[in-house]
């Protein structure tokens, strides 16, 4: 992620994250762009982050360049705690915490269905309606079917296989 002085060339290279921002920035034509950062939070580029998390949103690279987000671009933060991280910093972010099996899946369902685009709905509720039954009826047995049968790869939750 971070990249590096190369002391041997005298060239910087850029990480993960400056390829990424500078890519996304680059691109015009209106689709949005995600940056997720999933993971433990390091106190070193999480405090790095701020200039990218204040209203001006850009990210000072080590290098001396300044890369801006576009309004097309959002950064997200899924991580386990923010032990490492200064108030400052917290108080950049918008916070959800929320625990998966106190949520349930019903709201990620209630979501979904909501954002079906309308062209896609009929002009009366029944598809909408007709989705909701199957959801109810099948995905919390389809679920307990997997957890019970199935070997995961990668450790997951409900609402993640939902």
């Known amino acids: 992620m971070y990249g590096g002085y190369n002391e041997a060339t005298r060239e910087w290279s850029d990480g993960v ?3 990424t921002v500078r890519e996304a920035s680059r ?3 209106g689709v949005r762009h995600w940056i997720i950062f999933d993971g433990p939070v390091d106190a070193v580029w999480i405090e790095n982050m701020n200039t990218v998390l204040d209203d001006n949103k850009k990210l000072c690279l080590n290098s001396g360049e300044i890369l801006t987000l576009t309004k097309y671009m959002k950064m997200i933060f899924e991580v ?7 108030p400052a910093t917290v108080s950049r972010c918008g916070m959800v915490y929320m625990e998966p099996q106190s949520m349930g899946l019903q709201p ?7 954002q079906i685009p309308e062209n896609c709905k009929t002009k009366s509720k029944t598809f909408t309606e007709n ?4 959801f109810k009826i099948y995905l919390e047995p389809t679920i307990e079917y997997m957890r019970l049968n ?3 790869v990668t450790v997951t939750v409900n609402n993640n296989i939902c």
Do not use: G, R
């Open 27 to 29: 691109d015009l034509s």
């Open 150 to 152: 199935l070997k995961e």
């Open 108 to 114: 990620l369902v209630t979501s979904w269905i909501y």
């Open 131 to 134: 989705l909701e039954k199957l």
């Open 80 to 86: 386990e705690d923010l032990t490492v991280a200064s």
């Open 17 to 19: 994250l400056a390829l």
